[in-house]
């Protein structure tokens, strides 16, 4: 989804409401349902997880989404499922926790700035 599609709706005299991401998630197949967290890094991008999508998805400033987490690829044997929180440090790197899985899984970051590497 690009930025420039994302629906602006005021809201009041001070702000600007604009969906980021939706159900469709990034447009790719990967969807995202009953979404339950949320974070921001320090170069803009912001990252939501779905509980029942068991993902995480990454959104830069421009409005690119890319899927970074999902149920199947935390490992070799190991399964992701119902993630409820959500972090980022100074480096980038994203932190998820699953509760029925009972697992914690970091996504290293490779792109800090909108995507550029």
Known sequence: MALSSLVSVRASAQYVVR??????GDGAGNSLDLPIGIARDAWGNTYVIGE???????????????EIIDRYRVG????????KGIAVDSAGNVYVVAAYSSN??????????????
């Open 19 to 24: 969906e980021i991401i939706d159900s469709t």
């Open 52 to 66: 029942y999508s068991a993902n995480a998805f990454k959104i830069t400033p421009s409005g690119v989404i890319t």
């Open 76 to 83: 070799v044997g190991n399964f992701f499922v119902s993630p």
């Open 104 to 117: 914690a899984v970091k996504s290293q970051s490779c792109c800090k700035h909108d995507g550029l590497s």
